[in-house]
């Protein structure tokens, strides 16, 4: 079991950290070797960031890694959020979702405005399913649309 500490990054970012690291580990690459295979595309310390959360990645980077570490960052993603529980109480604020300008998150800026129209209180929680039901409106693993949601309107837990 490896030891995380907790920082601002958030506990899918450690879990996300914790399968990059146990992939590496898996196939018996150093960290030195892995950045030396990606051609200058990674450093070392790059991948103790990645590894060790200590800062959040980007998709841009979810991507690189998943390049590097040779898995898709969708199955990453799944990856990690299978290492973590999931709130049931996580909730959005509809008004800021409604209003996002996010094209990933168009069908979730539909249903967050036929949700305020119907009269529903602007911070609404939502439960896994709820979430689940979300992601797939969008297209998106519930790790991808709650990374979404995290930037685009306030997600509270």
């Given at each position: 079991m490896t030891l995380m500490t907790r920082t601002d990054t958030g506990e899918l970012a450690h879990a996300v950290g914790a399968e990059l690291q146990q992939q590496r580990e898996s196939r018996g690459w150093?960290?030195?070797?892995?950045?030396?295979?990606?051609?200058?595309?990674a450093k070392v310390r790059t991948l103790i960031t990645w590894e060790k959360a200590t800062r959040s990645m980007s998709l841009r980077q979810l991507g690189d890694?998943?390049?590097?570490?040779?898995?898709?960052?969708?199955?990453?993603?799944?990856?990690?959020?299978?290492?973590i529980p999931?709130?049931?109480?996580l909730g959005v604020d509809l008004a800021a979702l409604a209003a996002t300008q996010c094209d990933a998150l168009r069908p979730a800026a539909r249903w967050a405005q036929d949700e305020l129209r119907a009269g529903e209180p602007p911070f609404r929680g939502l439960r896994p399913v709820d979430l689940a039901r979300l992601a797939d409106r969008c297209r998106l693993s519930v790790a991808h649309l709650t990374i979404l949601l995290s930037t685009e309107a306030p997600v509270h837990q």
């Open positions: 150093s960290r030195a070797a892995l950045a030396a295979w990606s051609d200058g595309r890694a998943g390049l590097l570490y040779q898995l898709r960052p969708s199955e990453l993603l799944a990856r990690a959020e299978r290492r999931w709130d049931p109480d």
